[in-house]
């Protein structure tokens, strides 16, 4: 097995949603044409629903500052449908494929 060292700034984005199922499905085409912005951009690497269905989860390249500062412009978040924690780490260790992807 490859390993690589990225030493790179992450941040994880926990979406809880705290409107009803239906609310946040009219919100979806709105949330997921911004994600699509945010990764053209080159801020969010990937993004999806939990498989709870109770919220989403996405990765940002970034310190968690100036992350949940981009994810309070979702429109889950700035609707109230949803609430927002993020997590700040350093990808210290990686598979070779994702190192590659983060330098």
């Known amino acids: 097995m490859s390993v690589a060292r990225p ?3 992450l941040s994880l984005a926990l979406l809880t949603y705290v409107k009803p199922i239906a ?3 009219a919100l979806r085409p709105r949330h997921l044409e911004w994600i699509s912005a945010r990764i053209d951009a080159g801020e969010v690497l990937l993004a999806g629903r939990r498989a709870s269905a ?3 989860v996405m990765l940002y390249r970034g310190e968690a500052e ?3 500062a981009i994810a309070r412009t979702d429109p889950y978040i700035t609707e109230g449908a949803a609430t927002l924690e ?3 780490f ?3 260790i990686a598979s070779a ?3 590659a992807l983060l330098a």
Request: glycine share 20%.
């Open 7 to 9: 030493n790179q700034p």
């Open 86 to 88: 993020v997590v700040g």
């Open 23 to 25: 609310e946040i499905d």
């Open 90 to 92: 350093t990808a210290a």
């Open 54 to 56: 109770t919220g989403g």
């Open 66 to 68: 100036a992350v949940e």
């Open 97 to 99: 494929e994702i190192g």
